[in-house]
C-alpha cells in the first residue's frame, strides 16, 4: 500500500500546476490594479514577463547585476534541485548498501561538538552527519561556481563585463512550458529543472502525508530497488 499512497500524493501535487490559471488571464485581472499602485505587468503578455518588467523598472541597480527574477535565476534553481534528485539517489544508494559506516549511531558531543546536535537535545547519526557535511560542501562548491564562473559555464550573478553580459541579461523567459527540443540544450534544460523543482515538492508533500523519511519515500518510489 506505500507505494500506491506515494503514487497517489505525487500525482496530487505534480497535477495540481496543470491547473494554473492561464498568464494571460491572470495578467488581465492584475492590469486593473493600476489605480491602486499595485503590480501591473503592462504590455508583457505574461505573468513572467512582467515581473521582470517590473523588476528592472523599480530596481534598475539589482537587475543590472542580475538579482530578483531572471531566466538565470531559474536555470540555477533547475539545476540545484537536478543536482538534489542525483544526491537523494546516491544516498539512498549508499545507505542500501551498507556504504556509511555505523549510519544509525548517534555521534558523541565530545568529538564533534555542537554538530553532534541538531536542536536542543536531538542527537544526530553518522548518516545525517555525512549527509549533512557532503550537501554543504557541494552547496558552497555551486554557489562559488555561479558568484565566480570559468570561461565555461554562465554565471547566476551577471557581470557588466562579461563578455555574453547582454545576450545573458536579456534573455527571454520559457513561459509556462518550454518546448522540448532534441539534443543537448537549454530549453531542454530549463524543462528538466522545472520537472526536477516540482518532483522535489511532491517528495516532500508525500513525505509530511506519509509520515515517512525522504530517502524512504524514494526507495518506495522506485520499487525497494536501493534498500
Same mark, same amino acid.
Given at each position: 500500500m506505500a507505494p500506491l499512497r506515494s503514487l497517489a500524493a505525487l500525482s496530487l501535487l505534480a497535477g495540481a500546476s496543470a491547473f494554473a490559471p492561464a498568464p494571460n488571464a491572470f495578467t488581465a485581472s492584475r492590469a486593473s490594479t493600476t489605480e491602486v499602485g499595485m503590480w501591473n505587468?503592462?504590455?508583457s503578455g505574461d505573468l513572467w514577463n512582467g515581473a521582470m518588467a517590473q523588476?528592472?523598472?523599480e530596481f534598475p541597480q539589482l537587475a543590472k547585476w542580475g538579482w530578483g527574477p531572471s531566466v538565470q535565476a531559474e536555470k540555477w534553481n533547475g539545476r540545484h534541485a537536478m543536482f538534489g534528485w542525483f544526491f537523494l539517489c546516491v544516498t539512498a544508494y549508499a545507505k542500501g548498501h551498507g556504504l556509511i559506516p555505523n549510519p544509525e549511531m548517534t555521534l558523541d558531543l565530545k568529538e564533534w561538538g555542537t554538530l553532534?546536535? /541538531?536542536?536542543?537535545?536531538?542527537?544526530?547519526t553518522n548518516e545525517r552527519a555525512v549527509i549533512l557535511f557532503a550537501n554543504v560542501h557541494f552547496f558552497?562548491?555551486?554557489l562559488m561556481a555561479t558568484i565566480?564562473?570559468?570561461p565555461i559555464w554562465d554565471p547566476l550573478l551577471l557581470d557588466p563585463n562579461h563578455p555574453r553580459y547582454e545576450e545573458l541579461k536579456n534573455q527571454e523567459p520559457y513561459g509556462y512550458m518550454p518546448s522540448l527540443s532534441p539534443g543537448i540544450n537549454e530549453s531542454t534544460e530549463m524543462l528538466h529543472g522545472r520537472l526536477a523543482m516540482v518532483g522535489l515538492v511532491a517528495l516532500l508533500g508525500t513525505s509530511a502525508i506519509e509520515g515517512k523519511p /525522504?530517502?524512504?519515500i524514494v526507495n518506495d518510489w522506485v520499487g525497494g530497488a536501493y534498500y
Open positions: 505587468p503592462t504590455n523588476w528592472n523598472e553532534a546536535t /541538531i536542536s536542543g537535545k536531538n542527537t544526530i558552497f562548491m555551486g565566480v564562473p570559468s /525522504i530517502l524512504d
